[in-house]
């Protein structure tokens, strides 16, 4: 068997316990279907939790379990102890137990030499212990007041400790995700919402959508092993790239980018699958008529959204989307105060919780202030494009296309330090494009303060007579 594992991570170029991952990973496909065919919701909580737990153990050994169990056992128990808090003391305790395991396993450099942890399950793990616990609090406020996605998610009663268990681990979806919300699962488990069968409709068939899922992620690996070995992460230390002109460097910057995000690409693939054929990745019908089953639940990376992207500030809306939406629920929107619009800050003190769940490594640190930069950029562009829109549509047309290179420039220039994340190395390969990505968005937020758009104008409010 150990040979077999030997030469099969061999032939797809991954270490054996990169494979033992993939392996197990992919299995979350079989084993959510297996989901479906349990009896009641007690035995689908039940199955859930085990099925997660086997899964973790046999992909990154006993020990990861006992690493789940802390954060766990802590938001459960806040929620019972001190409810009122449970959201603020949650948030700071995970993160800051995934601070201190992300200093111990140092999981990037684990990554680069094709080593694996749990690491990476833990850090999905500790997003879905942290909302439920904010959300058991928000469970006291009345709903005057609140926002539309704290009405949706708050929960009213505590979930039992298997619904707990069962929403944390839930046939491996921990492993990468999606990040889904508890009252969602347990809507889902009883049959509930848009899960309930007493409106008249029946409940849709996944299994088109989640071949379609599956064969992405062919595509996306396919991609991912003819680029990689071409366009290397290596060729940044190596000497003969820095003898290169400009443009080309320029150019390797964007192709290396390009071929490492296709493994990103076939791994949530993989896990929208999962989630589609589970059931959970149902998210109501569509409009159309007839009405369509729609499946946004499941959905973590949309490609095209991301290579195409007319604007940075569609990025988040396109990649890693429910991690996004995690941000944005539960940090960016609740940093705004009442009666204010959300600014920069708002914006940098996301991007900062973002890099710091990803992991301590100064490439993150450094491509997430680099997307702030990025984003509030392009933000610039956007509303110069939108004032002369209806007054000038070819330079509108040119203003598009400005932000869609913009974009292009500064994501794949900034990622090189998300893939690289020494110090070192990503300022080396900065520098080697004289910061041209960092320098572009500074550029344009300050033409921003210059150049602003004239507001229209307000209708005079007519005298009474």
Known sequence: MALEMDSMASAIGVSVP?????????????????????????????????????????????TSNLLFLYPMAFGYASMLLVRRYAGIVTFFAGFAYLIACHVYYMSGDAWKEGGIDATGALMVLILKI????????????????????QKKNRLIRCPTIIEYIGYCLCCGSHFAGPVYEMKEYLEWTEGKGIWSESNGKSSPSPYGAMFRAIFQAAICMGIYLYLSPQFPLSRFNDSSYYQWGFWRRLFYQFISGFSARWKYYFIWSISEAAIII???GFSGWSDSSPPKPLWYRAKNVDILGVELATSAVQLPLVW????????????????????KKPGFLQLLATQTVSAVWHGLYPGYIIFFIQSALM?????????????????????????????????LLVLNYSCIGFLVLSMQETLAS?????????????????????????RPARPKAQKSH
């Open 18 to 62: 990169v494979l033992r991952f993939l392996l197990c990973f992919v299995a979350t496909i079989p084993v959510s279907f297996a989901r479906r065919l349990m009896p009641g919701p007690a035995s689908k909580h039940f199955y859930a939790a085990v099925s997660g737990a086997l899964l973790s153990y046999l992909s990154f050994g006993a």
């Open 130 to 149: 942290i909302s439920c616990a904010i959300n058991y609090s928000d469970g006291l406020l009345k709903e005057e007041g609140l926002r539309e996605a």
């Open 278 to 280: 589970s059931g959970l």
């Open 320 to 339: 890693n989307i429910q991690v996004s939406t995690w941000l944005r629920h539960y940090v960016y929107d609740r940093l705004i105060q009442k009666g």
């Open 375 to 407: 984003i509030s950029g392009s933000r610039v562009i956007y509303r110069w494009q939108q004032a002369t829109s209806s007054k000038n549509v070819f330079l509108s047309k040119i203003l598009i296309l400005t932000n869609f290179f913009y974009t």
């Open 430 to 454: 900065y520098k080697s494009v004289h910061f041209v990505g960092t320098i572009v968005p500074i550029l344009f937020i300050l033409l921003g303060k210059i150049i602003q758009p004239a």
